[in-house]
């Protein structure tokens, strides 16, 4: 077995390196790829079809504001990201294409608190990329 993995390594050694330097250098996504998904707060409907199709009922149906100058309030999915499968269910079955996949998959997600991965209303309807929180000491 030794012997065997010794010459695995030496038939190896002039091959090139596969390692990805990952946090300086990100790596080029596919376009199917599935990041955090994404609300258009003007199209969803409230109807919880999203909620209903979640594997691991990670979605809640929420009120929520409209905007955030606005006092009328509606019916809008919430996503526990710590329980999300990213299978894609919830985006295929959105009647109105409410939802969306983005190709973000660390920003907002890598945190010490569950409580983080719980993405509101508001924060799955941002325009611009999620800051991460901070880590605590």
């Not at 996504?29 to 409907?45: A, H, V, W």
């Amino acid at each position: 077995m030794v012997l065997k993995n010794i010459t695995r390594a030496l038939k190896n050694i002039r091959k090139p390196r596969v390692t990805r330097m990952y946090p300086e250098i990100r790596s080029e996504l596919p376009e199917r790829f599935r990041g955090l998904q994404k609300l258009d707060k003007s199209k969803c409907i409230g109807c919880g079809i999203c909620a209903n199709t979640c594997p691991n009922c990670a979605i809640k149906i929420v009120r929520a504001r409209v905007s955030k100058d606005s006092t009328k309030t509606r019916w809008f999915p919430e996503i526990d990201v710590g329980h999300c499968l990213f299978c894609g269910l919830c985006i295929d079955q959105c009647p109105q294409d409410a939802l969306s996949s983005s190709k973000i998959y660390t920003d907002g997600i890598i945190t010490w608190k569950h409580e983080d991965l719980l993405f509101t209303p508001d924060k799955l309807a941002r325009e611009e990329p999620i800051d991460a929180p901070e880590a605590e000491q």
